[in-house]
């Protein structure tokens, strides 16, 4: 009877031992072997980069601690001289990259990344935003926007007037938002493209406007008058009321121009200097 107890505890401990380093074999095979190791990481779309190599690295190093705690890897790098990878493809999400490094870098409209499981290579594309506007609330303060009405970069001192230019008195910059609605920004655009017509009326120097929501634009021309309207004019009105102000009482005049009034159709109002 006794020999069958001792039997039932060895039974019970050997099970016990066989679980244990079954548990610690599958936990390095998975966590500290080079199996699920991603060998290779290519980042394109950019010119430089550097700037984001260590945003990866990162990301992968914060997913491996949930698993492989700092001091567990120190124990192992420093007494067992063993070094421990940080890019485990188990531990990679798609969705989760692209957030961290769009949250971080405002001026990437889109990040996508392509995981090769039979070679452990990652490629990551990057698709910068393009600069479309750019929107200033001092004179010495611009920011790029894209066309879908982003802010992105904080734009240098000599950024050139070829830029389609908005000047807002009031606003709050916040890289990685949206200024406009859709709408706005497709009446702003339009502004823009109607003055690049040939033999159009209406010119643009830059934009005005008192906050990003407000009901009236002031566009500013290259002979320096401005042309008030509301957010909610007909544009291809606009520029006929115009046509017919510069062929017909205003012939000549643009010299003296300061400003017309076209917010209150279908009364129009100019001063003369």
Not at 1 to 28: D, N, Q, R
Not at 134 to 154: A, P, Q, S, Y
């Amino acid at each position: 009877h006794l020999t069958k107890i001792h039997w039932h505890h060895f039974l019970v401990a050997s099970i016990i031992i066989f679980c244990v380093l079954f548990l610690l074999t599958l936990y390095w095979f998975v966590f500290l072997s080079n199996f699920f190791q991603i060998k290779n990481i290519e980042i394109r779309g950019l010119d430089n980069v550097k700037k984001i190599e260590q945003d990866v690295d990162n990301y992968f190093i914060h997913k491996n601690q949930k698993f492989v705690p700092p001091w567990l890897e120190q124990i192992l790098t420093r007494y067992l001289q063993i070094n421990i990878g940080h890019n485990n493809m188990l531990f990679f999400s798609n969705k989760e990259l692209a957030a961290t490094l769009m949250n971080k870098y405002p001026e990437f409209a889109l990040v996508t990344s392509k995981l090769n499981v039979q070679h452990n290579n990652l490629v990551i594309n990057v698709v910068p935003r393009e600069i479309s506007y750019l929107v200033c609330r001092k004179e010495n303060e611009c920011f790029f926007m894209d066309k879908e009405g982003i802010l992105f970069r904080e734009a240098p001192q000599t950024s050139g007037s070829l830029i389609n230019t908005i000047f807002i008195q009031n606003f709050t910059p916040t890289l990685g938002a949206s200024l406009f609605t859709p709408d706005d920004l497709t009446i702003l655009n339009n502004i823009f493209l109607a003055a690049n017509k040939e033999n159009s009326p209406l010119s643009v120097k830059l934009i005005e406007l008192e906050s990003p929501r407000a009901s009236t634009i002031k566009i500013i021309s290259n002979n320096d008058w401005y042309l008030l309207i509301n957010f909610n004019s007909d544009l291809d009105n606009i520029v006929q009321i115009l046509n017919g102000l510069f062929s017909g009482e205003l012939k000549n005049k643009e010299a003296q121009l300061k400003y017309i009034d076209c917010r209150y159709l279908p009364r129009v109002y100019y001063y003369l200097k």
